[in-house]
């Protein structure tokens, strides 16, 4: 993925919020991200949040800290934060437009790093964390959505040779981590209709990887394929909704 077209394309969506989507989660395991942190954390610590979009998790699902800094190499999305920031008053939390991959922290300074969804350089999340600091991970993995991606022939990580969690895990171990704990996490969303999926695909890097730019108008436009899309939906129907399979990964390692 071309990062310049993906900078352009979360510009172009400025915030991370789904919460017009209807749908479930049913999942096979008790993760929860939020939850990981703050088994993790006190009220003195201080946490980085990597690419934190609108920092509309961040803000209603981070436990207490010290501190929180939340950042994001969109300034849209940092606008959008600053804009639901308003909601939480009361919240330790401050918003800062930066690159994940050119991270401008001074060294052993967190306590605890996370990253949900979201592109990561282990060597400079190592350097950033103080001695025995945690980095809590979420990512999308290759085969996330597996059936839609076999369908359309394309998609997020879906010509990867390595899967996105194997090489998050070997970047991890190499930037000198200890103590990684890697897992998978099964879920499975029900959309209520057509319209709920659709929007997400419409939306998201699923199906998309935001590598082409329309370059008469210099934007970009999601297409999904009316009959691969209905082909999709007809086979997927239950009872609980319009099912979706998601292939999640989780790591947890120590400095
Ligand atoms: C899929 S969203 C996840 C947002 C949030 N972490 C969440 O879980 O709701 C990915 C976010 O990562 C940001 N992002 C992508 N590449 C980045 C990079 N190189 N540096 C910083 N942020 C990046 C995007 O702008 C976007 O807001």
């Not at 991200?33 to 993790?40: G, M, P, V």
Request: charged share 30%; glycine share 4%; with cysteine.
């Amino acid at each position: 993925m071309e990062k310049r077209n993906e900078f352009k394309r979360y510009e172009e969506i400025g915030n991370w919020d789904f919460s017009n989507i209807k749908y479930t989660v049913e999942q096979e395991n008790s993760w929860d991200f939020y939850n990981e942190i703050a088994k993790y954390s006190n009220s003195n610590s201080l946490i980085l949040d990597l690419g934190t979009g609108g920092g509309e998790k961040a803000l209603s699902q981070m436990p207490d800290a010290g501190m929180i800094i939340a950042t994001d190499f969109s300034p849209k999305m940092i606008e959008t934060a600053n804009i639901n920031k308003k909601n939480y008053p009361n919240k330790h939390i401050k918003f800062v437009t930066m690159d994940n991959l050119n991270m401008k922290f001074p060294n052993d300074l967190f306590d605890i790093i996370s990253a949900r969804h979201t592109i990561i350089d282990a060597k400079q999340i190592y350097n950033c964390l103080a001695p025995s600091g945690v980095l809590i991970i979420e990512g999308v993995d290759k085969y996330d959505c597996w059936e839609l991606k076999e369908l359309f022939k394309r998609g997020q990580a879906y010509k990867d040779e390595i899967s996105i969690s194997q090489k998050d895990y070997d970047d991890i171990k190499n930037a000198g981590f200890s103590d990684i704990n890697i897992q998978e996490i099964i879920q499975y969303e029900y959309y209520q209709t057509e319209d709920d999926l659709l929007a997400l695909l419409l939306k998201t890097p699923i199906l998309d990887d935001f590598s082409e730019l329309d370059i008469s108008n210099n934007t970009h436009k999601t297409i999904i394929e009316d009959d691969l899309f209905n082909q999709y939906v007809n086979k997927h129907k239950t009872s609980k909704g319009i099912e979706l399979k998601r292939v999640l990964y989780a790591i947890i390692a120590k400095k």
